[in-house]
C-alpha cells in the first residue's frame, strides 16, 4: 500500500471515528482523545483506544461503534478494537 | 504501553465485552428497583404533608411521623441503593452478582418488610414491627449475600467494595439496635427510648446511607465531572472516621456515657469535613463546567450535610433535649442530605441506563440522542428547585415551631417527588428525538 493510499485512507477511519459520539459527555471519542492510534495493513484496521473511566458502562456501546462505523468503509474487512489503560485517560487530552 | 492492559474487541461479532460491563445485571432488576422507590418518594412525601405540622411541633416520635419517615428511608433510599447497588457495584468490581433471581427475591421481601413496618407503625401494631424487622432483616441479609462476597474475587474496585459492605454492617447494627425497642413493646425488655432511637437512626444514616455513597460517589462524582484528576489520598480516611465516629457515639447513647457521645460526634464530623473538603477538590477541578440539574442537586445535598453536621454537633454539645431542633437536624439529615443526593444520581443514572437498554446498539448513527437529551430540562430544574426548597424549607419551619410553614414546604416537596416520578416515567417510555 503506497503512503498516499494509506494515509487517505487512515483520515477515512479518523473521520469515521469522529462520529462516535461518547454519549454521556455528548462529544466525539476523537476529540476526547480516547482514541490513541489507527493502524491500517491493506483491509485490517486496528483502533487503540481506552474509556474516560475503567469499566465504564457504555464502554461496551462505544467499542461496538467504533467497530460499526469502521466496517461500514467499502475496503475495510477486519476490525480489531484494542482498549488500552496505559496511559490512563485525562480530562487534559480532550482537544 | 503495558500488554497486560490491553484488551482486544474484534469483528465479526465474536466480540468480547468490555471488561466489567458484562458483570452489569438485567435491565429489570435495576428498573423494579427504581421504580418502586420513586412511588415510596411520592408516598412518603404526601404523607410528610399530613404530619409535617406535627414535627413543627417537635413530635417526631409520633407512630404516623416515624411511619412516613420510614418511607423515606427504607422505601426510598434502601430501595434506591439497593438498585443502583446492583448495577454498580458488580460493574465497579467486574464481578457479577450471585443470583439475579435472588435479587428479585430480595427486592419483593424488602418491598414487603418496608409496607408492613410503615403500616405497624403508623397503627402501631408492634406484632407487625416484629414480622417487619425479619422479612427487612432477611431482604438486608439476601442482599448482602447476593452481592458482596464479589469483593473477595475483584481485581479493582476494592475501596468501593470497602465502603459498601462497611454501610451494609452499619445497617446490619441499625437493625439489632432497633430489635431492642420491638422488644421493649412487646414487653420482652426495658431500654433507654430515646437513646435507642438515636443510635438506630445514626447506624442507618451515616453509617449505611453516607458510607455507601462516599464509597459509590468516589466512582461516580469524577466520572459526571470529568474531575479524574482531583487528589483522592483523603479518601481512604473518610471510612474510618465515619465508621468509628458513628459506632462509638451509638455504643455510647446506649451505654449513656457522655464522653464517648461527644468524641464519636467529633470523629463524625472530622470524617465528614474530610468528605467535603475531598467533594470540593471534585467540584473545583471539575472539566465540565456548567453543573446539570442532577449535578446541581448533588452540591444542594453537600450542603445540607454540612448545615446537618453543624446542627448535630451544636446538639450534642447542649446536651438538654430540644425534640423541634432534633426534628429539623433529622430532616436535613435524611432528606436534606441522602434524599437530595440520591435524586441527583437519579438524573444522572436513570437516562444513563435507559440509554444503554434503548439506544447502545445504534452508536453512530446520526438520529441517537445523547444520555442528557432523554432528560426534560425544564421539569428537571423544577423538581430540583421543589425539593430543595422544600426540604431547606420544612427544616427551617420545623426549628421554628411554624406548623403552616412546614405544610407549605412539605407541599413543595410532594410536588417534586410528583415532577420526579413524571420526568423518569417520560424517560423510561418517551420518544425523544438528538437535541440540536
Not at chain 1, 476526547?32 to 475503567?54: E, P, W
Not at chain 2, 444520555?371 to 430540583?384: E, I, N, Q, R, S
Not at chain 2, 417527588?417 to 417520560?426: E, G, H, L, P
Request: with cysteine; glycine share 10%; charged share 15%.
Amino acid at each position: 500500500m503506497s503512503p498516499a493510499l494509506l494515509a487517505e485512507r487512515q483520515n477515512e477511519v479518523y473521520r469515521r471515528l469522529c462520529e462516535v459520539i461518547d454519549p454521556e459527555i455528548g462529544v466525539s471519542i476523537i476529540k476526547l482523545g480516547l482514541v490513541y492510534d489507527i493502524a491500517i495493513d491493506a483491509g485490517d484496521v486496528t483502533v487503540v483506544m481506552t474509556l474516560t473511566t475503567r469499566g465504564c458502562p457504555l464502554g461496551h456501546a462505544i467499542t461496538e461503534g467504533v467497530r460499526r462505523m469502521v466496517e461500514s468503509l467499502a475496503w475495510v474487512t477486519n476490525v480489531t478494537v484494542h482498549l488500552v489503560w496505559d496511559p490512563p485517560w485525562d480530562p487534559a487530552m480532550i482537544r | 504501553m503495558a500488554d497486560r492492559d490491553r484488551q482486544a474487541v474484534s469483528s465479526p461479532r465474536r466480540a468480547t465485552l468490555v471488561p466489567g460491563t458484562e458483570a452489569a445485571p438485567s435491565f429489570v432488576l435495576v428498573g423494579e428497583h427504581f421504580a418502586a422507590a420513586l412511588a415510596w418518594l411520592l408516598a412518603g412525601s404526601i404523607g410528610l404533608v399530613v404530619v409535617a405540622p406535627l414535627l413543627a411541633a417537635g413530635g417526631y416520635l409520633v407512630p404516623h411521623v416515624i411511619a412516613v419517615t420510614h418511607c423515606f428511608t427504607l422505601g426510598w433510599i434502601t430501595t434506591s441503593i439497593f438498585g443502583a447497588l446492583y448495577q454498580i457495584y458488580p460493574v465497579a468490581l467486574g464481578v457479577p452478582a450471585k443470583s439475579e433471581r435472588v435479587g428479585h427475591a430480595t427486592f419483593a421481601v424488602l418491598q414487603l418488610g418496608t409496607l408492613t413496618l410503615v403500616i405497624g407503625t403508623w397503627w402501631w401494631r408492634p406484632v407487625l414491627l416484629a414480622a417487619a424487622w425479619v422479612l427487612l432483616f432477611a431482604a438486608v441479609g439476601g442482599m448482602s449475600w447476593n452481592l458482596l462476597p464479589a469483593r473477595r474475587h475483584a481485581t479493582r474496585g476494592r475501596r468501593l467494595g470497602a465502603y459498601v459492605t462497611a454501610g451494609h454492617s452499619a445497617l446490619g447494627l441499625a437493625m439489632f439496635v432497633v430489635f431492642a425497642r420491638i422488644g421493649m413493646e412487646l414487653g420482652w425488655w426495658r431500654v433507654d427510648r430515646l437513646a435507642v432511637i438515636a443510635a438506630h437512626a445514626h447506624l442507618a444514616v451515616v453509617g449505611f446511607a453516607t458510607l455507601t455513597i462516599v464509597g459509590v460517589g468516589g466512582r461516580l462524582l469524577p466520572m459526571f465531572l470529568l474531575s479524574h484528576h482531583a487528589e483522592e489520598w483523603t479518601g481512604r480516611w473518610i471510612g474510618p472516621l465515619l465508621g468509628a465516629g458513628v459506632v462509638v457515639y451509638a455504643a455510647a447513647r446506649l451505654a449513656d456515657l457522655r464522653p464517648g457521645e461527644l468524641a464519636g460526634a467529633a470523629l463524625m464530623t472530622l470524617g465528614v469535613l474530610v468528605y467535603l473538603a475531598l467533594v470540593a477538590r471534585y467540584v473545583h477541578g471539575r472539566t465540565r463546567r456548567a453543573l446539570d440539574p442532577g449535578l446541581s442537586l448533588v452540591v444542594v445535598a453537600f450542603v445540607s450535610l454540612f448545615c446537618a453536621t453543624a446542627l448535630g454537633d451544636a446538639l450534642a454539645w447542649r446536651h438538654a433535649p430540644s425534640l423541634r431542633l432534633d426534628a429539623a437536624y433529622a430532616i436535613l439529615g435524611i432528606l436534606g442530605w441522602v434524599m437530595l443526593f440520591a435524586m441527583g444520581i437519579y438524573h444522572k443514572i436513570v437516562p444513563f441506563l435507559t440509554w444503554l437498554h434503548r439506544f447502545s446498539a445504534r452508536v453512530g448513527e446520526p438520529d441517537v440522542p445523547r444520555v442528557a437529551d432523554l432528560l426534560h430540562l425544564p421539569l428537571a430544574w423544577t423538581c430540583g428547585a421543589l425539593l430543595a426548597a422544600g426540604t431547606l424549607g420544612l427544616a427551617g419551619a420545623v426549628a421554628m415551631g411554624r406548623g403552616a410553614g412546614a405544610r407549605w414546604a412539605a407541599l413543595g416537596i410532594a410536588l417534586g417527588a410528583a415532577a420526579a416520578c413524571a420526568q423518569f416515567a417520560r424517560v423510561a417510555v418517551g420518544h425523544p428525538g438528538r437535541a440540536a
